[in-house]
């Protein structure tokens, strides 16, 4: 069965650094998404993104985030200069244009900033 | 700003009973609820959905009920078996006809299913 794929599984990183988490959404999806969760709080909306463009945001999603689809199977959301309070589980998520509702997601990348 | 709540943090269930998780929503533009379950250290996995023009969706063990008049849904499981113990999280979206509409969660409710 195809799955969202995201890697790593685990970064850390220093405050003030750049990163860059990777996904690959499952091949024939063309809606593609951005989510994180806070330890302990719920599942929060980041950005989507539809035909080489940002589709919607949140206003989580400000000026140090980025995501671009540098090819035509990777989708990655970069944070510029990372804060402490950016630690989260972030999970990218697809889902095709028959049925967009149905969001698919992947494992999540867990990203701690010391 | 709580749009989507689950006011339940916890429900504990017996092996072969009836599980019913509650939903509630606030935003009239909502017009498409899902259910997605969660295990730790994974990413939610999507279980069913429902549109707003509809009050009842099944798929094997589980069904999902929407009250609209309410903004109330809840999603029944049955029976319950001991895999289904998870973090359950409702969630829904706006903008009928699809399109990459983020969708809101609510805080989960976590299951537990003894046997």
């Known amino acids: 069965e195809p799955e969202v794929t995201q890697t790593p599984s685990h970064q850390v990183t220093q405050m003030g650094q750049e990163v860059i988490l990777r996904c690959v959404p499952i091949?024939?999806?063309?809606?593609f998404y951005w989510y994180r969760q806070i330890l302990g709080q719920k599942v929060e909306f980041l950005v989507s993104?539809?035909?080489?463009?940002?589709?919607?945001k949140s206003e989580i999603f400000d000026d140090q985030f980025s995501v671009e689809r540098p090819d035509g199977s990777n989708f990655t959301l970069k944070i510029r200069s990372t804060k402490l309070e950016d630690s989260a589980m972030y999970f990218c998520?697809?889902?095709?244009?028959?049925?967009?509702?149905?969001?698919?997601f992947g494992p999540g990348t867990r990203l701690t900033v010391l | 700003d709580q749009q989507v709540k689950q006011n339940s943090p916890s429900l504990s269930v017996q092996e072969g009973r009836i599980s019913i998780l509650n939903c509630d929503y606030t935003?009239?533009?909502?017009?498409?609820f899902l259910w997605y379950k969660k295990y730790p250290a994974e990413g939610p996995t999507f279980l069913i959905s429902?549109?707003?023009?509809?009050d009842k969706n099944e798929d094997g063990r589980f069904t999902v009920f929407l009250n609209k008049s309410a903004k109330h849904l809840s999603l029944h499981i049955v029976p319950s078996q001991p895999g289904d113990s998870a973090v359950y999280f409702c969630?829904?979206?706006?903008?009928?006809?699809?399109?990459?509409?983020?969708?809101?969660f609510g805080k989960g409710t976590h299951l537990i299913i003894q046997p």
């Open positions: 998520a697809s889902s095709d244009p028959t049925s967009s509702h149905e969001q698919f």
């Open positions: 091949s024939n999806h063309l809606y």
């Open positions: 993104f539809y035909n080489n463009e940002i589709s919607e």
């Open positions: 935003n009239s533009m909502f017009d498409y």
């Open positions: 429902i549109s707003s023009i509809k």
């Open positions: 969630a829904a979206s706006r903008g009928a006809g699809g399109g990459a509409d983020g969708l809101t």
